[in-house]
């Protein structure tokens, strides 16, 4: 089974900054790497599909790049409705979701 | 527009079985995968199986056989998911998402999810 481990598990980061977020699978996935963002009490929210597409609707700042084993989401001006936490999916063999990383504002 | 609407929280017996519900609407039901997603409180994301409505094929995570089956109900655009043998650990909210499997595996459409507390 692929594990995906993602860092950091937490982040604290202010209005504007660039903030990145790693996710590192064990052993080669591709391109087959998505990003979702959940803020609390809802479902997640697909953000970017097949390491850097992006999803219908989601605002640019949000980028990602990476292949192989190796993926980074970045956002690149955080907005106060960035607040979440955010998980990385492979989908190259099954599926399996990294631990999560929850965003604040510092 | 797509919308997957689940079934409402439920409060079960260790032992017992719950089935959980997903109504599909705003597309052809048969022409797209339903997964199933576990999420227990400060843990991550499981992902369970997914269904093909169109002619019933399962597929499963190896940690949920025997504790998971998926069925859908074509008239009625509904997915379902069984959970048997219930303990504290299957306390969790579960989620549906919609894929293509093929062609497009991501998790482009969620439902709200569905509480599932195990508890005497």
């Known amino acids: 089974d692929i594990q995906m481990t993602q860092s950091p598990s937490f982040l604290s980061a202010s209005v504007g900054d660039r903030v990145t977020i790693n996710c590192k699978a064990s052993?080669?996935?591709?391109?087959?790497l998505d990003w979702y963002q959940q803020k609390l009490g809802e479902a997640p929210k697909l953000l970017i599909y097949?390491?850097?597409s992006l999803h219908t609707g989601i605002p640019s700042r949000f980028s990602g790049s990476g292949s192989g084993t190796d993926f980074t989401l970045t956002i690149s001006s955080l907005q106060p409705e960035d607040v979440a936490t955010y998980f990385c999916l492979q989908h190259n063999s099954g599926w399996t979701f990294g631990g999560g990383t929850k965003l604040e504002l510092k | 527009q797509v919308q997957l609407q689940q079934s409402g929280a439920e409060l079960v017996k260790p032992g017992s079985s719950v089935k959980i519900s997903c109504k599909a609407s705003g597309y052809t039901f048969t022409s797209y995968d339903m997964h199933w997603i576990k999420q227990q409180p400060g843990n991550g994301l499981e992902w369970i199986g997914w269904?093909?409505?169109?002619?019933?094929?399962?597929k499963y995570n190896q940690k949920f056989n025997g504790k998971a089956t998926l069925t859908a109900d074509k008239s009625s655009s509904t997915a379902y998911m069984q959970l048997s043998s219930l303990t504290s650990e299957d306390s969790a909210v579960y989620f549906c998402?919609?894929?293509?499997?093929?062609?497009?595996?991501?998790?482009?459409?969620w439902g709200q999810g569905t509480l599932v507390t195990v508890s005497s």
């Open positions: 097949n390491r850097n």
């Open positions: 052993q080669n996935i591709n391109k087959y």
């Open positions: 269904i093909y409505p169109g002619n019933g094929n399962t």
């Open positions: 998402a919609r894929s293509v499997v093929t062609v497009a595996p991501w998790f482009a459409y």
